[in-house]
């Protein structure tokens, strides 16, 4: 169940990382695919509704981060 989950997930997030920055069809494709798989996956349905709800008010409009490393994060907080 976890395993088919995760690979859901991260084949969502890999579609996601192609893109430079997320239009609201983008986030709500991509969310509505990682609704189906919580609520596959057992989540109950408040949890899922909760959790779609937070990431799409925060993801909308946001640049696509491809990759992080040590130093950029270092030069992030200074």
Sequence with gaps: MF???SERLSGVFDRLTKQGALSEE???TALREVRVALL???VS???ARDFIKTVESR???Q???KSVTPASSR???A
Excluded: F, H
Aim: charged letters at 35%; a negative charge.
């Design 63 to 65: 640049a696509v981060t």
């Design 3 to 5: 395993e088919n989950l």
């Design 45 to 47: 349905l408040p949890v």
């Design 26 to 28: 983008d986030v709500k």
């Design 75 to 77: 030069q992030d907080r």
């Design 40 to 42: 596959e996956a057992d």
């Design 59 to 61: 993801a909308t409009g």
